[in-house]
C-alpha cells in the first residue's frame, strides 16, 4: 500500500528526493514517516511528518539536512535529502501510523503500514 521511489547511488554533498506514494487507501488521519536501516544496523528514525503537515520532527543526525513534506490531496509524502553523507547510505522506509504525530511518535511499532524500501548509497 506504500510504495516508495526515488533511491539511487550519488556522491556525498549531493542531494536526492524520496517519494512515497499510497494507493488503496488514504492517509489523510496519519502520521507518516521515514525510516531506515543501514547494512547490519537495526533500523531508525529519520523523520516525520504529522497529518496537517504542520508539525516536523527530525533525527539529529538528519536535522537540518533532510526536510520531510506530505501532499495530502495526492497521498503522498516526501524526504529531501541534501548534503548527503556516506553514513546515509540506508534502505529507506516509508511508514503510516494511525493517528496525531505526538501519539503515533518514532517508534516503529506505532506504524501499521510499512512501504518496502528503495536503497540510498552515499559515496566519498
Known amino acids: 500500500q506504500l510504495v516508495e521511489s526515488g533511491g539511487g547511488s550519488v556522491q556525498a554533498g549531493t542531494s536526492l528526493k524520496l517519494s512515497c506514494g499510497a494507493s488503496?487507501?488514504?492517509?489523510?488521519?496519519?502520521?507518516l514517516a521515514w525510516f531506515r536501516r543501514a547494512l547490519g544496523q537495526e533500523r531508525e528514525f529519520v523523520s516525520a511528518v504529522s497529518w496537517t503537515g504542520n508539525t516536523t520532527w527530525y533525527a539529529d543526525s538528519v536535522k537540518g539536512r533532510f526536510t520531510i513534506s506530505r501532499d495530502n490531496d495526492k497521498n503522498m509524502v516526501f524526504l529531501q535529502m541534501d548534503s548527503l553523507k556516506p553514513e546515509d547510505t540506508a534502505v529507506y522506509y516509508c511508514?503510516?501510523?494511525?493517528?496525531?504525530?505526538?501519539?503515533?511518535?518514532?517508534?516503529?511499532?506505532?506504524?501499521?503500514?510499512w512501504g518496502q524500501g528503495t536503497q540510498v548509497t552515499v559515496s566519498s
Open positions: 511508514a503510516a501510523g494511525l493517528g496525531d504525530l505526538l501519539r503515533v511518535g518514532i517508534e516503529a511499532r506505532s506504524y501499521a503500514y
Open positions: 488503496g487507501r488514504g492517509f489523510g488521519m496519519h502520521t
